[in-house]
């Protein structure tokens, strides 16, 4: 079998990013796999037009269309989405059969790709989510804080994080999407030190707090797991801060990548649901979630021919 080659999901941070989430339409999924089978093609097509723009795209696969799409089990980790009701909120399911995560230094090849990719595939699926995303001044979102900061600090970790590591699924990954809208409004009449206590790091500086200063519903609380020897477990976060005008709203796209997407599921029950003291993650009194999906990101192998490893043995 040729070499493996994951997904770009660690990549230098980009201005730009376009997020869309589809459903197939029925009786059209032979004809996505084969549109997915050349969708490095179409990529590269983009790309090559302005290569020092860093154009990427990561294809994931929701459940429901994996066993559409293909005869073998799903991959471990790969299911809907979990709903969670927490006595004060809650965090949707959503249909997803097929993530794009499109990222670029500019957002008109973002765009062109996102064109691209639609007139491929037009006839066959229906857009059920599309967000035009964009850094924010110093790497923040709308509340005004840092965003990503306790991703893994460089590329080893961020694979080890991300990538499954061995077997069958060796370089292969998982991903969470959820689309947040902010009360802006509510957030603006905190005082910064509110604010910050519920973030549980400075706003100017971004500096964490001590362990022992931040309050037990404070957002980094309540995203910090550790395993049973005591080490963080860490997921990889490419979040993008979106927006209308016309509207008034404003929010953060999250989207975390893990090898094991139990990971990222534990921080959503702990944030909606609570951990310890907390009821919930007080960030969630000032941002709604409004969508949720999970899918599975192959190798680019997997996509371009994917037979191989479903007759490999389990």
Same mark, same amino acid.
């Given at each position: 079998?040729?070499?493996?080659?994951?997904?770009?999901?660690?990549?230098?941070?980009?201005?730009?990013?376009?997020?869309?989430? $589809?459903?197939?339409? *029925? #009786?059209?999924?032979?004809? +996505?796999?084969? &549109?997915?089978?050349?969708?490095?093609?179409?990529? !590269?097509?983009?790309?090559?037009?302005?290569?020092?723009?860093?154009?990427?795209?990561?294809?994931?696969?929701?459940?429901?269309?994996?066993?559409?799409?293909?005869?073998?089990?799903?991959?471990?980790?790969?299911?809907?989405?979990?709903?969670?009701?927490?006595?004060?909120?809650?965090?949707?399911?959503?249909?997803?059969?097929?993530?794009?995560?499109?990222?670029?230094?500019?957002?008109?090849?973002?765009?062109?790709?996102?064109?691209?990719? $639609?007139?491929?595939? *037009? #006839?066959?699926?229906?857009? +059920?989510?599309? &967000?035009?995303?964009?850094?924010?001044?110093?790497? !923040?979102?709308?509340?005004?804080?840092?965003?990503?900061?306790?991703?893994?600090?460089?590329?080893?970790?961020?694979?080890?994080?991300?990538?499954?590591?061995?077997?069958?699924?060796?370089?292969?990954?998982?991903?969470?999407?959820?689309?947040?809208?902010?009360?802006?409004?509510?957030?603006?009449?905190?005082?910064?030190?509110?604010?910050?206590?519920?973030?549980?790091?400075?706003?100017?500086?971004?500096?964490?707090?001590?362990?022992?200063?931040?309050?037990?519903?404070?957002?980094?609380?309540?995203?910090?797991?550790?395993?049973?020897?005591?080490?963080?477990?860490?997921?990889?976060?490419?979040?993008?801060?979106?927006?209308?005008?016309?509207?008034?709203?404003?929010?953060?796209?999250?989207?975390?990548?893990?090898?094991?997407?139990?990971?990222?599921?534990?921080?959503?029950?702990?944030?909606?649901?609570?951990?310890?003291?907390?009821?919930?993650?007080?960030?969630?009194?000032?941002?709604?979630?409004?969508?949720?999906?999970?899918?599975?990101?192959?190798?680019?192998?997997?996509?371009?021919?994917?037979?191989?490893?479903?007759?490999?043995?389990?």
């Amino acid at each position: 079998m040729a070499r493996l080659r994951p997904q770009r999901i660690i990549d230098i941070p980009a201005r730009n990013a376009l997020f869309l989430v $589809l459903t197939i339409d *029925a #009786g059209r999924e032979e004809d +996505v796999v084969d &549109v997915l089978s050349d969708i490095g093609g179409v990529i !590269r097509g983009v790309a090559f037009r302005e290569p020092e723009d860093g154009l990427t795209c990561v294809v994931g696969i929701g459940a429901d269309a994996w066993d559409r799409l293909y005869s073998a089990p799903r991959p471990p980790g790969l299911h809907p989405f979990v709903a969670l009701d927490g006595t004060a909120h809650h965090a949707p399911s959503t249909p997803g059969d097929l993530l794009f995560h499109i990222r670029a230094r500019r957002a008109d090849l973002c765009f062109e790709l996102g064109r691209r990719i $639609l007139e491929r595939l *037009a #006839g066959m699926v229906s857009v +059920v989510d599309e &967000v035009h995303g964009f850094r924010y001044f110093d790497e !923040r979102d709308f509340l005004g804080f840092v965003d990503g900061t306790e991703n893994p600090p460089n590329g080893i970790e961020a694979e080890d994080a991300a990538l499954v590591a061995e077997g069958p699924w060796a370089g292969t990954s998982t991903v969470i999407v959820q689309r947040y809208t902010h009360q802006l409004a509510d957030w603006a009449k905190l005082t910064t030190e509110h604010q910050e206590a519920v973030i549980g790091r400075t706003k100017l500086s971004d500096v964490e707090f001590a362990d022992e200063d931040k309050a037990p519903d404070s957002h980094l609380v309540m995203n910090t797991i550790e395993d049973e020897s005591g080490v963080q477990r860490k997921i990889v976060r490419d979040n993008m801060p979106f927006g209308t005008l016309s509207t008034g709203e404003f929010g953060t796209y999250f989207i975390g990548y893990s090898a094991d997407v139990a990971v990222t599921e534990q921080m959503l029950r702990n944030m909606f649901t609570g951990k310890g003291a907390a009821t919930h993650d007080a960030i969630l009194d000032f941002s709604t979630a409004h969508t949720g999906c999970n899918f599975f990101v192959p190798t680019e192998n997997f996509l371009e021919d994917p037979e191989p490893f479903l007759a490999a043995p389990a």
